[in-house]
């Protein structure tokens, strides 16, 4: 598509719930990234994806968070059981891959766990 | 760890000036640098990107310089306007990531 598209764009739970929170990158973009922006807070990264291999899970902060990518396109995050702190905003970023290339983002989900 | 740091964090200027937001990281090998815009509840407009081999890179009314050696890249906003108004996060990678700034929050007054 013209730009990396993010669905839902705003996701409302109870706590102990399962979410997924999905990322359609730019065509042709191989590299997939998620990261995490709590209120007044920075980015944080979770997961980066190389076609459908994450060799970067090094920030995804519990073992309750999980994400894949198919095809080498689209991507799901799934947060299980989850809890007030997961609350954010979930942004999705795609780019060409290698260290030429910048980031294009997704406008994000806002998950609040009630 | 790469650190980034941006300063001010909140800035107001009069419609027409010119500002500088500074950005420092502490680890200088890294790939790249983009500055990107965040306006409230939307995602992140990239509006530079430049590579560690280059020094500078214009967009219009921005400008954005790099000193790798000393771990420093200002964004120049010329002749500001009410609709620049934003976040503005610079970003570097050193590999599989970026590591973002905490932002500067730029407000325009008419």
């Known amino acids: 598509g013209a730009g990396v598209s993010q669905s839902p764009s705003n996701k409302v739970t109870e706590k102990g719930k399962d979410v997924e929170l999905r990322c359609d990158p730019i065509?042709?973009?191989?590299?997939l990234y998620w990261y995490r922006q709590s209120l007044g807070q920075g980015l944080e990264f979770l997961i980066y994806f190389q076609g459908n291999s994450a060799p970067d899970k090094s920030g995804l902060p519990s073992d309750r968070f999980s994400a894949e990518r198919t095809g080498g396109s689209v991507s799901t995050l799934t947060i299980q059981r989850t809890q007030q702190e997961d609350s954010a905003v979930y942004l999705c970023?795609?780019?060409?891959?290698?260290?030429?290339?910048?980031?294009?983002f997704g406008s994000g989900t806002r998950l609040t766990v009630v | 760890k790469q650190e980034v740091t941006q300063i001010p964090a909140a800035l107001s200027v009069p419609e027409g000036e010119n500002l500088v937001l500074n950005c420092s990281f502490t680890?200088?090998?890294?790939?790249?640098l983009q500055w990107f815009r965040q306006d409230p509840g939307k995602g992140l407009t990239s509006l530079l990107l430049?590579?560690?081999?280059?020094r500078e890179q214009t967009s219009g009314r921005l400008n954005a310089s790099l000193d790798k050696s000393s771990g420093r890249s200002t964004l120049y906003i010329a002749a500001s306007q009410p609709g620049d108004s934003a976040t503005y996060l610079c970003a570097v990678t050193t590999g599989n990531q970026f590591y973002f700034g905490t932002g500067t929050s730029l407000t325009v007054i008419p």
């Open positions: 430049i590579q560690s081999s280059q």
């Open positions: 970023a795609s780019s060409f891959g290698g260290t030429s290339y910048g980031y294009t």
């Open positions: 680890d200088s090998a890294i790939y790249n």
């Open positions: 065509s042709g973009h191989t590299a």
